[in-house]
């Protein structure tokens, strides 16, 4: 089965660190851009962070810093660092992979308190 599923999300005090997961099944993470994108409520969809198949990576100004793209081919995983996390980092968390007809998980909640 083709899927990506997210982990890790939770509720963090601001400052605080959370490291997400995105697991992959038939998607090889090694040979596709992946990436990080999240929603809050009542706004749109906005990318992240996302790395290409050569490990080069791309990230939202708000978060560059703060959060880290990263990837463990081994274990076809792609993970999100975030550290020194805000109040507006909170949002619905989504892994995916890249291109028009890319694969979206079912996402994750991070909750940020102040």
């Known amino acids: 089965q083709v899927q990506l599923v997210e982990s890790g999300g939770g509720l963090v005090q601001a400052g605080g660190s959370l490291r997400l997961s995105c697991v992959a099944s038939?998607?090889?993470?090694?040979?596709?851009?992946m990436g990080w994108y999240r929603q809050a409520p009542g706004k749109q969809r906005d990318m992240v962070a996302i790395?290409?198949?050569?490990?080069?990576?791309n990230y939202a100004g708000s978060v560059k810093g703060r959060f880290t793209i990263s990837r463990d081919n081994a274990k076809n995983t792609v993970y999100l660092q975030m550290n020194s996390l805000k109040p507006e980092d909170t949002a619905v968390y989504y892994c995916?992979?890249?291109?028009?007809?890319?694969?979206w998980g079912q996402g994750t909640q991070v909750t940020v308190s102040s």
């Open positions: 995916k992979q890249l291109g028009p007809n890319g694969l």
């Open positions: 038939g998607i090889p993470v090694s040979i596709n851009a």
């Open positions: 790395i290409n198949n050569g490990g080069a990576t």
